[in-house]
């Protein structure tokens, strides 16, 4: 592996907002598990738990999700962030007028951005969702822990010409996963990664976020 390799499968890899149909064979998905599995942590202790649904399992939890959505408000295991300022505010804002001018959705158009983001609740169309949780006892180090393993699932899962999209916004219905995966209440829900292959004639698959260069976050101490 060369870090020119590195970086093209970085490159390739994006998040996926409309699937295919089509499932992943079950021992792709072992390999990416297996892979993502090497990533650090801290102490060893290896916190992630993974809970994945497929096939008619998924369109199941894809209704029920749908439904609860519209019933009952966010309640997250795992806090959001109380707000985002500065650049954060406008990295964020760029990601979402992206998306909307890909798909159509104008300015003000209130109705159209609601339908787009009731797409993650779909799962995109996904094959696939993987719910992700750690031991509520290991805290910020677990979270950060399964943070690696996330980011290292995308790339197995790019290496394999499958497609992902990390998302928090299933995860800001903990109580409702906890009941319906029986996901123990000493283990916080942090994302879910939906995932197959990318519908690449889809206008949502059109656009790539930007990426700040080093000199925008390092703080050299020579």
């Known amino acids: 592996m060369t870090l020119s390799a590195l970086n093209s499968l970085l490159d390739q890899r994006h998040s996926c907002r409309a699937f295919l149909s089509d499932p992943v064979p079950k021992d792709q998905i072992n390999q990416i598990l297996t892979s993502a599995a090497r990533v650090p942590s801290w102490c060893n202790a290896q ?19 749908q439904d609860e959505v519209t019933a009952d408000t966010p309640s997250p295991d795992l806090p959001f962030p109380a707000s985002y300022s500065g650049i954060y505010q406008e990295r ?4 979402g007028w992206a998306l909307y001018e890909a798909v159509g959705v104008e300015r003000g158009d209130r109705a159209g951005s609601t339908r787009q983001m ?4 779909a799962l995109f169309g996904a094959p ?20 690696g393993f996330v980011t290292a699932f995308t790339l197995a899962a ?3 010409g499958i497609a992902t999209i990390p ?17 123990p209440d000493d283990r916080l829900i942090l994302c879910a990664i939906s995932f197959g292959y990318a519908d690449k004639d889809h206008p949502a698959n ?14 050299w101490v020579d």
């Open 158 to 160: 790019q290496a394999l």
């Open 92 to 95: 964020r804002r760029e990601c």
């Open 206 to 219: 059109r656009f790539r976020t930007s990426r700040a260069a080093p000199d925008a976050f390092v703080e």
């Open 47 to 65: 916190p992630w738990n993974v809970t994945i649904t497929s096939g008619p399992e998924t369109d199941k939890f894809r209704k029920a999700l």
């Open 167 to 183: 998302q928090a916004a299933v995860a800001s219905y903990g109580p409702f996963l906890h009941r319906y995966f029986n996901i």
């Open 128 to 147: 696939h969702c993987a719910i992700i949780s750690s031991p509520t006892e290991l805290g910020a180090y677990g979270a950060m822990d399964c943070g």
């Open 118 to 121: 009731m797409e993650n609740f």
